[in-house]
């Protein structure tokens, strides 16, 4: 399959690259091909302005948006990677989903109501998060809702119907063999992908 990864950290030497990194070896040793998004580099301007969303509802995409939906276009499947921050996406990439899912490519609306338009056969999302899973549950965060923005407000509303994904607590916390473990199991889960 050809998958797009997308990473929205800004740290080559973090964890959350050493995750995307082991991914793609998964990933390219199943076969895959494989293109990345690093969204630092170049950096994406997230920020949907007034006049950008005023052309949006003429109907015209920004130069920029189209080069970004051209790399959805190539792509099969989607694997996002990214850090847990105020509980959501970083910024980055909440502009990304913000610009770059726009009606009439990603999704559009009948009589039926909202309809997915991304063609994508399945997506993954891979989050790390700071606190540990019990200290998120007693915030009344669970993995399920911590997922829920990318995986159901984004992907799943714009038509991905396989999507899945993972939250990695305590990543900062826990044993370099926890690390290790950890990130042989990413590899494994791109082979599986
Ligand atoms: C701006 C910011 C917001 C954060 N918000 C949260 C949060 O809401 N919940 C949490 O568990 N960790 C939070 N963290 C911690 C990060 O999730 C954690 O440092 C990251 O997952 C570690 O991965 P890295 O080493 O690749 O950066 C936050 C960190 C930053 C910088």
Request: hydrophobic residues 45%.
């Amino acid at each position: 399959m050809r998958v797009l990864t997308v990473i929205a950290h800004p740290n080559r030497a973090s964890f959350n690259y050493a995750i995307l990194e082991r991914f793609e070896i998964g990933l390219r040793a199943a076969g895959h091909e494989v293109r990345r998004r690093d969204l630092h580099a170049p950096l994406f301007d997230p920020l949907l302005s007034g006049d950008e969303l005023a052309d949006l509802q003429r109907g015209e995409v920004a130069p920029a948006v189209r080069e970004e939906q051209a790399l959805l276009e190539w792509a099969e499947a989607l694997v996002f990677v990214y850090p847990l921050w105020w509980l959501d996406r970083p910024a980055v990439l909440k502009g990304w989903c913000d610009r770059v899912f726009t009606h009439g490519f990603a999704f559009a609306y009948d009589e039926n109501g909202v309809r997915g338009l991304l063609p994508h056969r399945k997506g993954l999302v891979l989050i790390t998060a700071g606190g540990s899973e019990e200290e998120m549950e007693l915030m009344g965060a669970d993995s399920a809702s911590i997922l829920f923005p990318m995986v159901g407000g984004s992907l799943r509303f714009c038509g991905v119907e396989e999507v899945t994904g993972r939250v990695f607590h305590a990543v900062g916390s826990i044993s370099d063999e926890a690390r290790a473990e950890l990130l042989d199991e990413v590899e494994e889960m791109g082979e599986a992908f």
